[in-house]
């Protein structure tokens, strides 16, 4: 198993640019979870999914936006690229019998300019 | 507002010591709890976790514990390695079940000197 991955490593866009930020699991988990890491703080949650066709808002989803065809792929767009977007960014996803122990893709680092 | 709080940014211990990562929570609908540990470059990952219904949960060094009286828990390392040295999270979850949510402190970065 590949586990969670996420596409790309590294990206440089412009102020207004818009991306699609991938990430894919091969675990048939049903849960997944968006999350930016910026410097010095916590993992913040942008958007969450509980299975295909389903997503909701999480602590941090302006500037965002999220669709879930699939189990395995849950990709979070940007439309216009702002600074602030500066950060790492991390999926991750669970299941119901792993309680809440979430499996993470190794991040994107995101650089608005 | 911060739920999760790990009010050490960084800690520094030497090889084969203890090292002890402490983690304060301020919602008392928390119910379970998790550390993960993240190198640099790398997503983080899982280490250890305790449901609140627990005081202590062990898993080789690792060991964490949780007071629930004074919402607070702490993982310790026994004995440190150089190769613990990243940056640990700690997490709570007050979903018990629902769609599975954390929410995470800022982290505390260990440093095992040799």
């Known amino acids: 198993n590949a586990g969670v991955t996420q596409t790309p490593k590294f990206r440089i866009l412009k102020i207004g640019q818009s991306m699609t930020l991938q990430c894919a699991q091969d675990?048939?988990?049903?849960?997944m979870y968006w999350y930016r890491q910026d410097p010095g703080m916590g993992l913040k949650l942008i958007y969450y999914s509980v299975g295909a066709g389903i997503t909701d808002k999480g602590e941090v989803p302006n500037g965002y936006n999220v669709s879930r065809s699939t189990t395995e792929d849950f990709p979070l767009r940007l439309e216009l690229a702002a600074p602030s977007q500066t950060s790492v960014y991390f999926c991750a996803s669970t299941d119901p019998g792993l309680r809440e122990t979430q499996y993470f893709g190794p991040g994107t680092r995101l650089l608005v300019l | 507002d911060q739920q999760v709080k790990q009010n050490s940014p960084s800690l520094s211990v030497q090889e084969g010591r203890i090292s002890i990562l402490n983690c304060d929570y301020t919602?008392?609908?928390?119910?379970?709890f998790l550390w993960y540990k993240k190198y640099p470059a790398e997503g983080p990952t899982f280490l250890i976790s305790i449901s609140s219904i627990k005081d202590k949960n062990e898993d080789g060094r690792f060991t964490v514990f949780l007071n629930k009286s004074a919402k607070h828990l702490s993982l310790h390392i026994v004995p440190s390695q150089p190769g613990d040295s990243a940056v640990y999270f700690c997490a709570a979850s007050a979903d018990g079940g629902s769609n599975y949510k954390l929410t995470f402190g800022k982290g505390t970065l260990l440093t095992v000197n040799p």
């Open positions: 675990m048939n988990h049903n849960y």
């Open positions: 919602n008392s609908m928390f119910d379970y």
